[in-house]
C-alpha cells in the first residue's frame, strides 16, 4: 500500500434509487419468477402425462381393471357431492333387457 491504508470492507447505507430503476428492476424480478413457474409447471405436466400413458397401459391391458377404475370414479363423485349422476351403459346391455332383446334370447336359448 503506497498511502499506508488498508480497507478491509466497505458497507454501503441507505441506497437511494430512482423510481423508474425500482420499477425496472421489480419487472425483471417478477419475470424471471413467471419464467420459473412455467418451468416449473410445464415440467410436472410432463410427470403428469407420464404417468397418465403408463396407467392407462396397465388398464388397458385387463378390462376388469378398466371396470373397477370408472366404479371407483363412479364412487368418487357421488362421495363428493349429493348430485345425479348419468350412468352410460353399453347399448348390448339395454337390448338385453329389451323386449325383443328378451325374445331374442329365448329364442337363442331354445335353439
Same mark, same amino acid.
Given at each position: 500500500?503506497?498511502?499506508?491504508? /488498508?480497507?478491509?470492507?466497505?458497507? =454501503?447505507?441507505? @441506497?437511494?434509487?430512482?423510481?423508474?430503476?425500482?420499477?425496472?428492476?421489480?419487472?425483471?424480478?417478477?419475470?424471471?419468477?413467471?419464467?420459473?413457474?412455467?418451468?416449473?409447471?410445464?415440467?410436472?405436466?410432463?410427470?403428469?402425462?407420464?404417468?397418465?400413458?403408463?396407467?392407462?397401459?396397465?388398464?388397458?391391458?385387463?378390462?376388469?381393471?378398466?371396470?373397477?377404475?370408472?366404479?371407483?370414479?363412479? /364412487?368418487? =363423485?357421488?362421495?363428493?357431492?349429493?348430485?345425479? =349422476? =348419468? +350412468?352410460?351403459?353399453?347399448?348390448?346391455? @339395454?337390448?338385453? +333387457?329389451?323386449?325383443?332383446?328378451?325374445?331374442?334370447?329365448?329364442? /337363442?336359448?331354445?335353439?
Amino acid at each position: 500500500d503506497p498511502w499506508g491504508v /488498508h480497507v478491509d470492507r466497505v458497507e =454501503i447505507k441507505d @441506497v437511494r434509487l430512482p423510481m423508474q430503476l425500482q420499477r425496472a428492476m421489480a419487472a425483471e424480478a417478477e419475470a424471471t419468477r413467471d419464467a420459473r413457474a412455467k418451468v416449473i409447471a410445464a415440467d410436472g405436466e410432463y410427470k403428469s402425462s407420464k404417468a397418465l400413458k403408463e396407467a392407462a397401459d396397465i388398464i388397458s391391458s385387463s378390462p376388469a381393471a378398466l371396470q373397477l377404475r370408472y366404479l371407483q370414479t363412479l /364412487h368418487t =363423485i357421488s362421495a363428493e357431492k349429493n348430485s345425479t =349422476i =348419468i +350412468f352410460p351403459l353399453p347399448m348390448e346391455i @339395454v337390448g338385453a +333387457f329389451a323386449q325383443d332383446g328378451l325374445r331374442q334370447r329365448k329364442i /337363442h336359448l331354445e335353439e
